[in-house]
């Protein structure tokens, strides 16, 4: 089983993300934490995230090689998220050629997954580079992903609408 929940920022989704992965879990469910610590304010993110989801799932953190770390599991994964994953890959360095096969070779893992993403392709074109570079790949990505998943919920101030 893969799942996708996409939305915007503070939509929602990764609340969500985390009821389904409960739900489907054989045991304790891991939480693959992709967001590299960069500033006060990141921390501050990271920390409701991790007072939101309290004890329910085992953490596991790693910001670039995301096949590996779901390889290494042995119950559900929820991959949160998605967005920082791509951020962190153009950080360091990597082409989209790189992340579609990361990704293509996480979505061919026999593990159930759940995957939270935000939606950047409904705003305005980006007025630099990279931004513009960030939002393609992220339309790419998201397209590979939910082409692979048996479920993708659109996230909406809170409530999740199934479109997949």
């Known amino acids: 089983m893969q799942a996708l929940f996409i939305g915007g920022i503070k ?6 993300a985390e009821q389904y992965a409960l739900k489907y879990a054989k045991q304790k469910p891991i939480y693959l934490a992709t967001t590299e610590l960069l500033d006060g304010e990141m921390q501050e993110r990271i920390r409701a995230h991790k007072k939101q989801r309290a004890e329910q799932f085992i953490t596991l953190e790693e910001p670039l090689h995301l096949h590996e770390a779901v390889a290494s599991c042995e119950d559900i994964v929820l991959v949160e998220c998605v967005s920082m994953w791509l951020n962190n890959m153009l950080y360091h360095g990597f082409k989209y050629e790189n992340i579609e096969k990361e990704i293509q070779a996480v979505l061919q893992n026999k593990q159930d997954k759940v995957f939270v993403l935000n939606d950047v392709g409904s705003g305005i074109i980006p007025d630099n580079a990279l931004a513009r570079e960030f939002a393609d790949i992220s339309g790419k990505v998201a397209q590979l992903i939910a082409s692979e998943c048996d479920a993708v919920f659109h996230v909406i101030a809170g ?3 199934q479109i997949k």
């Open 11 to 16: 939509s929602g989704k990764s609340l969500l």
């Open 159 to 161: 409530i999740g609408t």
